[in-house]
Structure formats: structure tokens, C-alpha cells
């Protein structure tokens, strides 16, 4: 139950070599495997310490994106860790059941080193959404899905940088490698075999630029349960959720007994006109992965209306501070990120507004680091019931704004920051994020 156990997670980045395509061999990096890395699971009120060696060519860092931890922790930009050493972080778990994930943030290189390889999923529970009445059992009803694009060179290896695709024919819409081939756990072409009426997908967008538009081929309704931060107070029933990198979702999804759906991503809506439309990827469709149901399936039961252990609404103060975040190139407001400088210096434990806005032909999603927000407004409206729940990315409307009630964190820290950026990764690197600090 919450409130009690240690967690300790040994994890080593470690070059390897695997055939993720038929028939090649990819050099690649894992965390404690060649690509990828194992899922971890903690409960509310674990301390979790980390034990994590970097055995790559490269200094790197391990960031724990989602989670709600002292800055010193969080594995950003300032913490890195050289080839060779070891970082060993400890917090604990403060925060409601959700599906966060971890993956590498070092200055300049996160692209690379997650196209490599370096990413996994880290979930939480509690016991309120124990009791939530969802499809909870790892791997047999309830199922993580990286969803990767990657772009292979003829040798097989991976290509990290934009020469091969569409994009190096213009200056336009450079948001980095948009591969042509979808790996969801590091598998080509999987399949999923289905043995419950119901099946709940922990959808994670693990790209560094694609968007996704996911529904199923036969236009089958699912059901929207929890995002990036935990679950959602009232199950939505959808046909498409489309997520922009670092965005999760998890549906729940009813199979008959023997038959067989495609998960495909739809041209997305990435409200850009064209070229750029075409260009980041506004007009692809990929299969994502196939479910195929036993004829026999075992009764799942049915998604409550309301979801126990969702986290409440971030409530508004009477005058809340308002701050502005102008995304446009590779800047945010005007500047480029640089570690020696605090951006923002905000109070703990306050609730702000945040005002994002992208360039009106920019394709940008927005995350902050170590805290929940909720959307407030999207593009000038209300934001659509899919948008409604504990989020920390979001992508940003082209040419206009979202706005965000932002929790900040309790843990204050005079020196070391939190980031908040775009998580297109290509964008980060060139310097699309900024630093603040809580007081
Ligand atoms: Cu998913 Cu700053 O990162
Ligand atoms: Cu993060
Ligand atoms: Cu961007």
C-alpha cells in the first residue's frame, strides 16, 4: 500500500547492436539491454534511489520526465554524467498513479542519444487507482507502447541527423529526422496478442519530432483514461488522440473474441499549412500495431464512469501571475537556452498561468519539467474533453496559444533549475528550452 516501500533501480547506458529491421544489424543504445530500456514501476510514497552507470562513449544524462522530484535530481542538462561514472539519485514518490518515462537530456545531444536508443517507461500506482477498476495486469491486460519512428540507413544503421528525408530540400519545417519506419518497443511489425474483452494501451509518443494521430482501422471507439500525469476523472470515448512527442495517453480498448484491428496513426492535425504540412509529417499514415484476439477471451469488467484516484483540478488563485512563453525558430522568447542563465524564478507551491504561444508555422510541444499543469484554453477555447486532465507536455497551436494552470513544485532550490521546453527534440537542442528556478 502507499506510504512505504524502497525502490532501487540499477540501470547501466551501454552501447549494443540489434536487428531491429529484418535482416540488418543496428548499432544502438539501451539502458541495461541494446535498445531501449526496462519498464520501472514504482508506488506512491516509495523512495526510490537510482543507481545509474554511463558505460557510452559519450557523457549523457538520465532524466525522469513527468516526475515531480528536487531539481537535483531530475537528470536535466546539470546533471551529467561522464563515461565511466555513475549518478545515483534519490526521491521519493509524491505524486498519483501515472505513466511517465525516462530518457537521456544532455546539453546539445538529447535527440541523438534518444534516437540511439536510450528511452523507457516509468510507471506509478497508488492505491486510489488500484481501486479505479482498470485493466491493471502488466503485460497480459495492460500494455506499454513506445511508439517510435526512425529512419535506417542502408547499413542498417540509424540516421540521426536530416539528410535522407524531405526535409534537407528545404529550410523550412526542420524539425529533425522523420523516419519512415515504426518501431513500438523496439519491434518491427509487432502484433498484440489480446486475451481479455478489454485491453488498456499505455500509449507513449517516443519520437523526437513525428506527431501521431492514432485510432483503429475499423474506426472502433476506445476509451481515453488517464494522461500524461495520471488518470482523468471521466473515461472519454474517442476514435482518434493524437499525440505530439513526450505526450501519453491510456486507452482502453474492447476486442470480440478472434478478431483482429490495426492501431494506425492518421495524417495528424498539426495545423500548419504547406509545405510545412508535408514536410513534418502532417500527411503520413503508418501501422502502428495489430491486435489479435484469442477466440476465447476472458471477461474484462466494464470501465467505470467515473475513475477513483484521478488527480484533482490545479485550482486558479483570484490573480494569478501570468507568464509568457513566445516560441518561434529555435528560440523562446527571443532567446536561445543557455545554463548559466535562470529564465524564470518562480515560488513553490504556486499556481501561475502560463500563456505559450507557437510561430505560425511552427511545429513545438511544450513540456515543463518536475510538475502537473492542466489546459486551460486552447487556440482561444476551451480545451477538447481529450485535453482535459494532469498534463506535462502539450502541443502548442501554430499561430496562436494555449494557456496552463501550472503547479509549481514544493521543492525549492536557489542554484539548480528546472527546464521547460519544446520536446521536439532537434528544436531542444538547438536551443528551444529555458531554465527556471523555485523558491
Ligand atoms: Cu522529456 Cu526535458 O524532457
Ligand atoms: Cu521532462
Ligand atoms: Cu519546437
Not at 358 to 374: K, Q, R, T
Request: with cysteine.
Amino acid at each position: 500500500s502507499d506510504g512505504s516501500g524502497g525502490r532501487r533501480f540499477t540501470l547501466t547506458a551501454q552501447e549494443g547492436a540489434s536487428e531491429l529491421i529484418p535482416g540488418k544489424q543496428t548499432p544502438t543504445w539501451g539502458v541495461n539491454g541494446a535498445f531501449l530500456g526496462p519498464t520501472l514501476r514504482a508506488r506512491r510514497g516509495d523512495r526510490v534511489s537510482v543507481h545509474f552507470t554511463n558505460k557510452l562513449p559519450e557523457t549523457t544524462t538520465m532524466h525522469w520526465h513527468g516526475m515531480h522530484l528536487p531539481a537535483v535530481n531530475d537528470g536535466g542538462p546539470h546533471q551529467s554524467v561522464v563515461p565511466g561514472a555513475v549518478w545515483r539519485p534519490e526521491w521519493e514518490i509524491v505524486q498519483p498513479a501515472s505513466t511517465l518515462w525516462y530518457h537521456p537530456h544532455p546539453h546539445g545531444q538529447t535527440a541523438d542519444h534518444v534516437s540511439r536508443g536510450l528511452a523507457g517507461m516509468f510507471i506509478l500506482d497508488d492505491d486510489a487507482s488500484d481501486g479505479a477498476g482498470l485493466p491493471g495486469r502488466y503485460g497480459v491486460d495492460d500494455i506499454p507502447l513506445i511508439l517510435q519512428d526512425r529512419e535506417f540507413n542502408d547499413d542498417g544503421s540509424i540516421e540521426l541527423r536530416n539528410v535522407s528525408t524531405l526535409e534537407s530540400f528545404a529550410g523550412v519545417g526542420n524539425i529533425g529526422v522523420l523516419g519512415d519506419t515504426i518501431l513500438v518497443n523496439g519491434t518491427y511489425d509487432p502484433y498484440l496478442r489480446v486475451t481479455t474483452t478489454l485491453v488498456r494501451l499505455r500509449l507513449m509518443n517516443g519520437s523526437n519530432a513525428r506527431v501521431f494521430n492514432l485510432g483503429f482501422t475499423d474506426n472502433r471507439e476506445f476509451t481515453l483514461v488517464a494522461l500524461e500525469n495520471g488518470l482523468v476523472a471521466k473515461p472519454v470515448p474517442l476514435r482518434r488522440i493524437q499525440l505530439a512527442p513526450a505526450e501519453r495517453a491510456e486507452v482502453v480498448v474492447a476486442v470480440e473474441p478472434g478478431e483482429r484491428t490495426v492501431l494506425r496513426s492518421f495524417p495528424p492535425d498539426i495545423g500548419v499549412g504547406f509545405p510545412t504540412k508535408r514536410l513534418d509529417g502532417g500527411e503520413d499514415t503508418f501501422d502502428m500495431i495489430e491486435l489479435r484476439a484469442d477466440k476465447r477471451l476472458t471477461e474484462s469488467p466494464p470501465v467505470p464512469d467515473r475513475l477513483r484516484g484521478a488527480p484533482a483540478p490545479i485550482e486558479l488563485p483570484d490573480s494569478p501571475r501570468v507568464r509568457r512563453f513566445r516560441l518561434s525558430g529555435t528560440n523562446i522568447n527571443g532567446k536561445k537556452m543557455d545554463m548559466e542563465r535562470i529564465d524564470e524564478v518562480c515560488p513553490a507551491g504556486r499556481v501561475e498561468v502560463w500563456e505559450v504561444e507557437g510561430n505560425a508555422d511552427g511545429v513545438h510541444s511544450f513540456h515543463i519539467h518536475g510538475l502537473s499543469f492542466n489546459v486551460l484554453q486552447y487556440a482561444g477555447n476551451k480545451p477538447a474533453a481529450h485535453l482535459v486532465g494532469a498534463k506535462d507536455t502539450v502541443y502548442v497551436p501554430p499561430g496562436d496559444m494555449v494557456r496552463l494552470a501550472v503547479a509549481l513544485p514544493d521543492y525549492t532550490d536557489e542554484k539548480k533549475p528546472y527546464m521547460f521546453h519544446c520536446h521536439q527534440l532537434r528544436h531542444e537542442d538547438q536551443g528551444m528550452m529555458g531554465q527556471f528556478t523555485v523558491v
